[in-house]
């Protein structure tokens, strides 16, 4: 009998990637591509395209796992997508008759969260709170053999609760519209586009996170102000999910998780924002780097169609 291959599809707001893994989880293939962003049709189009891609690789039909920015509602109607053209749409219905074969959908964080549980720095951790730091903020929660996900799949959706006032407050911070429809969200500050903004709020002119890193490496002040800034938010962000959800480890992911200087800080900027008696667990970098999203897919179409 010949074993099916397993296809993990990361959906991003500026490309896609797709990967093909054997059983074992070992990777045989991958490519990426511009994410369309504004057609429906055109993004189903090019999904079916390189899903018959793969199957010509494979001489196969692979079973299939998708994560995508966003969650679904009780109606299977996507919502909150960085993607504009998938909001509203059901997705997971019209690629089932476009490719007539089971397609699994997973929020792009928690598919992350599920791979490095499962294969990455969180292996042999029964609770793994995971955290991506990139051009948004969200993660998720692994526990007991299973990720957890809640009744509307909003468990590590914390990049859209509010950063704690205090913060706001001692750094003089405005508060900053979110793409959600909410103003303030921790997202607006955490993320890499929050640490360009906070760079920017400090230094008063335009700044990247690229130009961020280079000025506070060399010892610019208004860098070293962001970043002491960046950290204190940071760090009350994670206390809170350590509060909520008592993990047994931290793993980080995201473009920033690449910033030694950021990760090391961490654990003691987490620890200023908890009471007394309450340790932060040991913080780990992803094993899987970019792989993870595609690899976690991948994991969950081949639970749903095991």
């Not at 059901?90 to 397609?103: F, G, S």
């Not at 951790?125 to 299973?146: E, K, P, Q, W």
Request: aromatic share 6%; glycine share 14%.
């Amino acid at each position: 009998m010949v074993m099916k291959l397993c296809y993990g599809l990361d959906i991003g707001g500026t490309k896609m990637e797709l990967a093909i893994f054997d059983q074992q989880m070992q990777l045989q293939h991958e490519w990426r591509l511009a994410t369309p962003t504004t057609d429906y049709a055109d993004f189903l189009q090019q999904l079916c395209t390189q899903i018959t891609k793969a199957d010509q690789l494979s001489g196969q039909l692979g079973q299939l796992g998708i994560a995508l920015p966003g969650i679904q509602d009780a109606s299977g109607q996507v919502i909150s997508s960085n993607v504009p053209c998938l909001n509203g749409q059901q997705v997971v219905a019209d690629l089932q008759q476009l490719l007539q074969r089971p397609v699994t959908i997973g929020n792009d964080c928690r598919c992350f969260v599920l791979s490095e549980a499962v294969l990455g720095a969180g292996r042999g951790f029964n609770r793994v709170l995971g955290v991506i730091l990139g051009t948004g903020c969200g993660g998720g929660f692994y526990a007991d053999g299973s990720l957890q996900q809640g009744r509307q799949q909003l468990v590590g959706e914390f990049g859209h609760q509010s950063l704690a006032a205090r913060v706001v407050q001692q750094h003089r911070l405005p508060l900053y519209p979110c793409g959600c429809g909410l103003v303030g969200c921790a997202e607006t500050y955490v993320s890499g586009r929050g640490l360009a903004r906070l760079y920017q709020h400090f230094a008063g002119e335009p700044k990247s996170t690229y130009q961020w890193l280079e000025d506070y490496r060399s010892g610019q002040p208004a860098a070293v102000h962001a970043f002491a800034a960046y950290m204190d938010a940071l760090g009350s962000v994670l206390a809170a999910q350590l509060l909520a959800y008592d993990p047994d480890v931290l793993v980080l992911g995201g473009g920033l998780s690449d910033i030694a200087e950021l990760v090391a800080a961490v654990p003691e900027a987490t620890q200023q924002h908890l009471f007394a008696g309450v340790q932060v667990p040991p913080v780990k970098v992803a094993e899987g780097g970019a792989a993870s999203g595609k690899r976690g897919a991948a994991l969950l179409g081949a639970k749903a169609n095991g």
